[in-house]
Nanobody
Framework: QVQLVESGGGSVQAGGSLRLSCVASGPTDVCVYMGWFRQAPGKEREAVGSFRPSISHTYYAESVKWRFTISREKVKNTLYLQMNGLRPEDTGLYSC???????????????????WGQGTQVTVSS
């Protein structure tokens, strides 16, 4: 079972930046996608972006495109989410997750992911 631990959240003012980290352990080779998701209070979990290691391609939600960047440091088994130009609507609990082989769902479908981390809180004030 892949285990994921996120860190790096915090409170920032609008326009600020944060970098989240997701350290993975276990059989990470099973992860066809490594995704970042967020959930605001009272709202459903939504995809932020996802990295596909086999083709080194990253997908982003329209709401974060050009502001957020996902990167991976393979040696450290760590996935990063660099967030710039933060807005109050970016507030939420950010989690990373692994999507294994066997699903043909869209990359942004949280139901196709498993091994969720505990999340790290991001709060953006106006």
């Amino acid at each position: 079972q892949v285990q994921l631990v996120e860190s790096g959240g915090g409170s920032v003012q609008a326009g600020g930046s944060l970098r989240l980290s997701c350290v993975a352990s276990g059989p990470t080779d099973v992860c066809v996608y490594m995704g970042w998701f967020r959930q605001a209070p009272g709202k459903e979990r939504e995809a932020v972006g996802s990295f596909r290691p086999s083709i080194s391609h990253t997908y982003y939600a329209e709401s974060v495109k050009w502001r957020f960047t996902i990167s991976r440091e393979k040696v450290k088994n760590t996935l990063y989410l660099q967030m710039n130009g933060l807005r109050p609507e970016d507030t939420g609990l950010y989690s990373c997750a692994c999507r294994p082989y066997g699903s043909d769902a869209p990359w942004y479908d949280p139901e196709s992911y498993y091994s969720w981390g505990q999340g790290t809180q991001v709060t953006v004030s106006s």
